[in-house]
């Protein structure tokens, strides 16, 4: 079994960084692309594993109160997964699409003894059909039509001025099972 680690993650913006907690199966250094002022700008995302933790049960609450990138009328709005169907102890992380179609999807994990969770967004276009594709998180190849670049308002002030960060994971956010399965 691959554990799934919570992370430090330093993306450097060319002239300035920022550090960010991210969750990813391995160390590693990937590209990513960030937009700051409404301008996508190549990234280089370095990583280095902190802590493994298994998946833990979390509740509605828990669930809500982690997530640090959004604002309070869009958590009340967000659609909970079934938390009684889910096997928490076959998952690294918790991750779900909007079933009613829109483009937004969530993540948590654990950090330390804490759930930290953040809204992604799906590209509203795809990459170019009979491709191949590789999601960060679980690092499967699989048809470009499976992957999508998701991208995550950043916290704070410079969520709210726009400043994104997003990299290719699988559609359906349900990577956590792929790892298993490696």
Request: net charge neutral; glycine share 8%.
């Amino acid at each position: 079994v691959l554990p799934f680690c919570s992370c430090w993650t330093r993306a450097d913006y060319g002239s300035s960084t920022a550090s960010v907690t991210w969750v990813t199966p391995l160390s590693h250094t990937m590209s990513a692309v960030t937009t700051v002022a409404n301008r996508v700008h190549p990234i280089r995302v370095e990583t280095r594993v902190v802590r493994c933790r298994p998946m833990r049960e979390l509740t509605a609450e828990q669930i809500r109160g982690s997530i640090v990138n959004a604002t309070e009328a869009e958590i009340e709005r967000m659609p909970l997964p079934g938390l009684y169907e889910t096997l928490w102890d076959e998952r690294e992380y918790l991750g779900w699409r909007d079933p009613d179609g829109s483009p937004r999807g969530y993540i948590v994990h654990w950090v330390d003894d804490r759930p930290v969770g953040f809204m992604v967004r799906a590209a509203s276009s795809t990459l170019r059909p009979g491709i191949g594709a590789m999601c960060s998180f679980c690092h499967t190849p699989q048809p470009s039509t499976q992957v999508l670049m998701f991208s995550a308002p950043k916290g704070g002030a410079a969520g709210r001025d726009g400043n994104t960060i997003g990299t290719y994971l699988c559609a359906d956010l349900a990577c956590s099972m792929m790892i298993r399965m490696l």
